[in-house]
């Protein structure tokens, strides 16, 4: 049996670039942010719902999070005292979640949790390159990578026999 030859790369896998570092940097800031008892679904909601009247619906577009997960968090939120579901001022139907005081005092620690995490992984970087990388990032972000691709259509199984 001939050994065959991988094919030649020729570009730099960015995908297991991207990747490895956002997970990285997911695992650092979810150990940051349970040292004052959030995850960092909880921080979003929180500092999200501070920024005006939202309903659950719109936090959860917000955050990425779909239905069933945004329930969980929100219920966490409520159970530890830091918010609460309230009937909204606009629309007697629509319940939006409200920050407490004591969700907002925590809005506030976990946001400087937050930054020193995003700080640190910026210091990593050399000085002149800093604002660079974010400026490209975020040009990648907001353009050629800004939507997903639809997921393809599944093929029915065909069956042998």
Do not use: N, W
């Not at 995850?39 to 999070?65: F, K, P, W």
């Not at 966490?76 to 309230?86: H, I, M, V």
């Not at 976990?110 to 040009?139: C, K, N, W, Y």
């Amino acid at each position: 049996m001939t050994a065959m030859t991988p094919p030649t790369r020729t570009q730099p896998d960015l995908s297991y670039l991207l990747d490895h570092t956002s997970h990285v940097l997911r695992t650092r800031m979810a150990a940051a942010l349970a040292e004052i008892g959030l995850t960092a679904r909880m921080h979003c909601v929180l500092v999200h719902a501070l920024e005006g009247e939202r309903t659950q619906s719109e936090l959860a577009g917000i955050g990425d999070m779909d239905k069933t997960t945004m329930v969980v968090t929100v219920d966490a939120l409520e159970k530890a005292g830091l918010a609460e579901r309230r009937p909204s001022s606009t629309d007697r139907r629509a319940r939006i979640i409200a920050v407490t005081e004591k969700g907002a005092r925590t809005a506030e620690r976990s946001q400087r949790i937050v930054d020193s995490v995003h700080g640190q992984a910026l210091d990593a970087l050399p000085d002149g390159d800093r604002e660079t990388f974010l400026r490209l990032l975020d040009h990648l972000a907001g353009g050629h990578l800004s939507t997903p691709s639809p997921a393809p259509a599944r093929r029915a199984r065909q069956h042998s026999g």
